[in-house]
């Protein structure tokens, strides 16, 4: 099964293929639009390859309609027919609702028009200065207005633009200490020991051993269960000096990693902490300590 933070990658390496994909479309349309003004320019002064024009045209309007995503623009309809020897009879048709209809007569604009334009080329014999205007006036509207573009976007809506913000988080995630970098790297990844989780307030408390706590990545979900064998061949530390457990007056959304075993000085917050307070006083944390030599003072009788 998929952790929430593996489908929300998911989704976003979709969103940027849908982008980069709508890129590209704009792309070849303004290339078409170039093409087709060039080929409508040439037609001013000779006829030899407007027939060829109009049938790349007819062609690529064609091509563009049978792929324009009109599907979820469409209704569905049921009427009956006649009776006949089976009785009454009804099918169900598709048809296109007043989006489609828009959306397809709004994509053919543009190669309808530039039909138009080269028939009267074909037609009228030499330069007239009439067929110069609508040619410009075709490439004028085609190259700002983009009709193609619009019918497609009204039919599905563009996504919103990346911010360079989000962009940065994504691809380069900021890590506090160089643990949490090799915990999200090894550790949390898709099938690893804690998949989906993050490992923060680490706290070095010898020269082979640190305490940490590991939160969930995703609000209110618990952490998983953590394989310690796994987590043992990955830090080559045997598997008895690895401990996770609860962390004091915390839900199970963050658990406490201690591994090896701390250096002679350790530290009372950390016994208390880890060792205490877990089996006697639940939920209890150490405020101050205050330390001192303990003195016997012994009465006289004089």
């Not at 040619?135 to 509207?141: D, E, F, R, T």
């Not at 949490?180 to 706290?203: F, Y």
């Not at 080559?236 to 839900?251: F, K, L, S």
């Not at 303990?294 to 006289?300: C, G, L, N, Q, R």
Request: charge should be neutral.
């Amino acid at each position: 099964m998929l952790s929430p933070d593996r489908i929300e990658r998911l989704r976003g390496q979709l969103d940027n293929a849908r982008r980069r994909l709508d890129t590209a479309r704009s792309h070849t349309g303004r290339a078409a639009t170039v093409v087709a003004t060039g080929v409508a320019t040439a037609g001013l002064f000779t006829p030899e390859l407007t027939g060829e024009s109009m049938l790349a045209t007819i062609v690529a309007t064609g091509a563009g309609l049978a792929l324009l995503p009109t599907r979820g623009a469409w209704t569905k309809e049921v009427r009956e027919t006649h009776k006949n020897h089976n009785g009454m009879s009804s099918w169900t048709k598709h048809v296109p609702s007043h989006q489609a209809k828009t959306a397809m007569t709004l994509y053919a604009a543009p190669g309808v028009s530039l039909l138009v334009v080269l028939a009267a080329e074909r037609i009228v014999p030499g330069f007239h200065w009439g067929e110069g205007l609508a040619v410009a006036l075709w490439s004028a509207g085609t190259w700002w207005l983009r009709p193609a573009r619009a019918a497609r976007h009204m039919l599905v809506p563009p996504l919103p633009p990346v911010r360079q913000a989000d962009v940065a988080e994504t691809e380069a995630p900021a890590h506090d200490h160089p643990a949490a970098q090799w915990w999200a790297e090894r550790i949390a990844v898709e099938g690893g020991a804690a998949p989906g989780t993050l490992l923060e307030d680490i706290e070095q408390t010898g020269e082979r051993s640190m305490r940490a706590v590991i939160r969930s990545a995703a609000p209110g979900e618990p952490v998983p269960d953590i394989a310690k064998r796994r987590l043992s061949a990955l830090m080559d530390i045997p598997e008895e000096q690895i401990v996770v457990g609860p962390v004091p007056g915390r839900g199970a959304s963050v658990r406490l990693l201690t591994v090896g075993t701390a250096d002679t000085a350790l530290d009372a917050h950390t016994v208390w902490a880890t060792r205490i307070a877990p089996l006697a006083m639940p939920g209890a944390v150490i405020t101050e300590i205050n330390f001192g030599s303990m003195t016997t003072t012994k009465e006289v009788d004089a």
